[in-house]
């Protein structure tokens, strides 16, 4: 790749990077001050040193030719030696001013960044969650953010200092001499060249690392979420062999990045100490001859080693800033995702929906190109029950997706009670729906805050109530706290069908006036279905309420039912009209109870 398109892909980037510490201005310029305080401390205090060192050889060689113990006093180097010594005390206390305001930039900047990505996550549509693994969305938001405030937090301010301090130097050096400053400027020219070959290499070992962080991550927890199927069908070897794969690559990768960030430190090292070497003894012959002294000497091995110290550390650091930038780059692209179209700005609102569905003409398709669902029509009256049937793949989980305006549609509308959803915000929209899905989700909590979770300000009462009208109460006080009992975000310690009636039980509390039940009984036994089967009617008494089956013996008293094949509704009416029919619908009902 050209390395000049390297640097115009990395502009943007760090452009957009600094740009987002546009709040902190007063404490980067407090930082900015602490740096620059620091800077001429350090490049003031070898010069200051160069002066005490030879006013104390003077003092040395006075005494020894008087013949008289040499001494220290307060008028007789006292004052010079304590002043050198609260010098290099105050570039200490700057030095930990700046490294403690710096690391708190760094930190609200990360904290900025989370705060950015978690909002955008929720403005994501549901198509960015299908086409990426969770693994790999959770290494952006944790190990990507955690390296960008690592490395500015100690690299950036490593660099401002080494930058500072290089220049400032090299100044004094030369002002000390020409000659040794230019053996020392040939060697540094040559660590600069290395340094740079590294970076653009690193840069794209950085990236690469990450992708495979991410790619680990992924089928770590896809692997840990299928455990109990990845057993039943004996694919522990299989599974062993992808996540060692995914493992070895990621090794490979940080192997390659972790060589290129710490190799390029100890050849600056040997350079560095090579050009000591050669400056010793050029300068040990014009101490002989009396062209340096022995403070200046000295002074000028300080400035070397303040200027090759920090020169190692900047190339170390403009490596570690590689990994900073690439995984920016990797949290910008999250933040640049394509989102759900906004909400009206001013947005039509229904108090508490009667009920009444209507699909007007709906086409839809995950791809533009390729429309799924065409010119589907049908109203639901209020207190209605709609069955959807269909087999596998037919599009039913996507007819509630759009109902619920996880997708958008393409053509045509949707309207609830007359007013079209596109109209309505999405907040407002959804909390006239109650949801019962066959994948049930409780994060870590109580029983009792799982049941509450869709109505924050129910109180005990409401909450056991919904629990007894989803016959989960019994089950309940077994548990050792009851409702207290605490979940993990698996809620391992439930069986499925205790976890599907605790989500039934969500609804019951929720009370909303139109329901979707996606195979809400699948998990449970046949004495419990029934059971539930009769809380569930009570419940859906004068709601409109959406049912996905499979089991068509469940919907047989559905006001209607809607047979889709191919994203389309092909058969459409109650359970009598249909088998009359004699068509699809007919023959899978039929087939069922052969």
Known sequence: MNPGTDRRKEKPVIIRLFGQLEGQKVRLGIVGCSILIYTILNIWNPLYSARVIDHLW??????????????ITWTNMGMELT?????????????????????NVAESLNLELRRQ????????????????????????VTSDLDKIAEVLQTGLLKLLVAVGTIIGSLIVMFYYSVLLTGIFLLFILISLLITRAVAKRNLKCAASRQETIGELTGI???????????KAYNHEEESIRQVALAAEKNREANQKADFLTNCVNPLIRLLTRISHVIIAVIAGGFMLSGTMTVGVVQAFFQYINQAAEPLTEASFMVNSLQSALASAKRTFELLDEEEETPDPAVPLE????????AFEHVS???????????????T???????????????????????????????????????????????????????????????????????IAYGSSGADRKEIINAAKAAKVDYFIRTMPQGYDTMLDNEASNLSAG?????????????????????????????????????????LMKGRTSFVIAHRLSTIRDADMILFMEQGNIIEKGNHRELLEKKGAYAALYYSQFE
């Open 350 to 357: 229904l108090e508490r929906a009667k009920g009444e569905i």
């Open 58 to 71: 003077e003092s040395i060689q006075g005494a020894w030719k008087e013949g008289i113990p040499f001494s």
């Open 117 to 140: 990505v978690a909002d955008k996550l929720n403005r994501l549509p549901l198509k960015f969650f299908d086409r990426n693994k969770a693994g790999e969305i959770l290494s952006r």
């Open 220 to 230: 770590a927890e896809e692997y840990y979420n299928g455990r109990d199927v990845i």
């Open 498 to 538: 205790q976890r599907q009636l605790l989500t039934i039980a969500r609804v019951f509390l929720c009370d909303p006036p139109i329901l979707i039940l996606d195979e809400a009984t699948s998990s449970v036994d046949t004495r419990t279905e029934v059971e539930i089967g009769k809380a569930m009617e009570a």
């Open 364 to 378: 839809f398709g995950y791809e533009p190109s390729y429309l799924l669902m065409k010119d589907i029509s049908f």
């Open 83 to 103: 002043r050198l010594t609260i010098q290099y005390l105050l570039a200490w206390i700057f030095y930990f001013f700046q490294s403690y305001l710096m690391a």
């Open 380 to 450: 639901a009256k209020p207190g209605q029950k709609i069955a959807v049937v269909g087999s596998t793949g037919a599009g039913k989980t996507t007819l509630v997706n759009l109902l619920m305006r996880f997708y958008e549609v393409n053509y045509g509308r949707i309207t609830v009670d007359g007013v079209d959803t596109s109209k309505m915000s999405r907040s407002g929209l959804r909390k006239q729906f109650g949801m019962v899905l066959q994948d049930t989700w409780l994060y870590g909590g109580t029983i009792g805050e799982n």
